[in-house]
């Protein structure tokens, strides 16, 4: 579904009924894994939480912005958990669906989390309906991060602002390309999503997929496309460089390293700030009462601490603790808002 792949949430020749036994199978070996003796050491009963370490599912691939994460959460986090260390486990597979599932489907006694990205947490279950897992059939314990998301053109583009991008999409629709990472994506439907704030036709320029972040920036300097949305990180080496130009930011307030990049609220599509890539931790469905309560103190800890958020910076993020309800409220939206987009756009199946 995500990529250039077809809409089988990546797992080439599996389709239907087939999908959700292959991806049940895979997450009873996560969990299985999980419960080996290197983790599931027994502890009294009476043993206050957390007596062992926690295992940290990332369901994406060593080096991908959720495993960074992760490991920046497990490198300080155990100052907050007397000493006890979060282990990062990779489980890829399926768009994120894999590792996603091995989680919910694990006790929910608080050693077993889930380091979720917007995609596997919120695009893949609003677009495909065979996701073998609901949004919320999990114990969310808080955001951890948001990824700044900018809008940019190569550096020597004739358009100086967003809207006069917008006027020239206008006027010539279906002219100009933007690039993505594929229709399921945050980079397909930022775009897509600014369209029909502006008043355009989902059609009024072409999304061209790449493989990833740098193909995007590549297709930016070659001219193979004219615009694209993706998130700070993977940009901001080249606006310092000049070889690409910021156009628009989604954050609330300008960010430090772009201060004098417009926000979409001051260029009046205050909507647009829903658009963001993010992290955040979640527990099984019914978390343990004393896991739950442990985990909202140490995150309102790493808040705080300086080390954390430090961390957080050098990955290019914004830090984003929140309550559990909070964030549940904020997942719900996020969900709420791809159904709606991928509806629109013929993408829901």
């Given at each position: 579904?995500?990529?250039?792949?077809?809409?089988?949430?990546?797992?080439?020749?599996?389709?239907?009924?087939?999908?959700?036994?292959?991806?049940?199978?895979?997450?009873?070996?996560?969990?299985?894994?999980?419960?080996?003796?290197?983790?599931?050491?027994?502890?009294?009963?009476?043993?206050?939480?957390?007596?062992?370490?926690?295992?940290?599912?990332?369901?994406?691939?060593?080096?991908?912005?959720?495993?960074?994460?992760?490991?920046?959460?497990?490198?300080?986090?155990?100052?907050?958990?007397?000493?006890?260390?979060?282990?990062?486990?990779?489980?890829?597979?399926?768009?994120?669906?894999?590792?996603?599932?091995?989680?919910?489907?694990?006790?929910?006694?608080?050693?077993?989390?889930?380091?979720?990205?917007?995609?596997?947490?919120?695009?893949?279950?609003?677009?495909?309906?065979?996701?073998?897992?609901?949004?919320?059939?999990?114990?969310?314990?808080?955001?951890?991060?948001?990824?700044?998301?900018?809008?940019?053109?190569?550096?020597?583009?004739?358009?100086?602002?967003?809207?006069?991008?917008?006027?020239?999409?206008?006027?010539?629709?279906?002219?100009?390309?933007?690039?993505?990472?594929?229709?399921?994506?945050?980079?397909?439907?930022?775009?897509?999503?600014?369209?029909?704030?502006?008043?355009?036709?989902?059609?009024?320029?072409?999304?061209?997929?790449?493989?990833?972040?740098?193909?995007?920036?590549?297709?930016?300097?070659?001219?193979?496309?004219?615009?694209?949305?993706?998130?700070?990180?993977?940009?901001?080496?080249?606006?310092?460089?000049?070889?690409?130009?910021?156009?628009?930011?989604?954050?609330?307030?300008?960010?430090?390293?772009?201060?004098?990049?417009?926000?979409?609220?001051?260029?009046?599509?205050?909507?647009?700030?829903?658009?963001?890539?993010?992290?955040?931790?979640?527990?099984?469905?019914?978390?343990?009462?004393?896991?739950?309560?442990?985990?909202?103190?140490?995150?309102?800890?790493?808040?705080?601490?300086?080390?954390?958020?430090?961390?957080?910076?050098?990955?290019?993020?914004?830090?984003?603790?929140?309550?559990?309800?909070?964030?549940?409220?904020?997942?719900?939206?996020?969900?709420?808002l791809y159904e709606k987009l991928a509806k629109q756009l013929g993408l829901r199946q």
């Open positions: 579904m995500f990529g250039s792949t077809p809409r089988v949430m990546g797992v080439s020749g599996v389709t239907g009924r087939s999908i959700v036994r292959a991806l049940m199978l895979a997450a009873l070996l996560a969990v299985s894994i999980l419960a080996g003796p290197q983790l599931a050491n027994a502890q009294p009963a009476n043993a206050q939480y957390p007596a062992r370490p926690i295992l940290l599912v990332v369901p994406y691939s060593a080096g991908s912005d959720a495993d960074l994460a992760a490991r920046n959460l497990a490198q300080h986090a155990p100052r907050f958990l007397d000493g006890q260390t979060l282990v990062v486990m990779n489980q890829p597979g399926a768009s994120g669906a894999v590792g996603t599932l091995a989680v919910r489907n694990a006790a929910p006694d608080g050693y077993h989390l889930l380091l979720t990205r917007i995609a596997s947490q919120v695009i893949l279950p609003a677009m495909d309906t065979k996701t073998p897992y609901r949004w919320d059939d999990f114990t969310f314990l808080s955001v951890l991060e948001l990824n700044p998301y900018v809008c940019a053109v190569r550096g020597n583009a004739p358009y100086a602002s967003m809207k006069d991008l917008l006027a020239e999409i206008g006027k010539q629709p279906g002219k100009l390309n933007f690039a993505t990472v594929g229709e399921g994506t945050i980079q397909n439907f930022g775009p897509q999503y600014l369209f029909s704030l502006a008043g355009l036709p989902k059609d009024a320029a072409v999304g061209v997929p790449y493989k990833g972040s740098g193909e995007i920036t590549t297709s930016l300097l070659a001219g193979q496309t004219q615009f694209a949305c993706s998130n700070l990180g993977a940009l901001l080496g080249q606006f310092r460089a000049g070889t690409l130009r910021p156009l628009m930011t989604t954050t609330r307030e300008p960010l430090k390293d772009l201060p004098n990049v417009p926000t979409a609220r001051s260029l009046g599509w205050p909507d647009m700030e829903r658009l963001a890539a993010w992290s955040a931790l979640a527990a099984p469905a019914g978390l343990q009462r004393e896991a739950a309560t442990r985990w909202a103190n140490v995150l309102a800890q790493l808040a705080k601490d300086p080390a954390w958020l430090a961390g957080v910076a050098k990955l290019g993020g914004l830090p984003a603790v929140r309550t559990a309800a909070e964030t549940e409220r904020f997942v719900r939206d996020q969900y709420e």
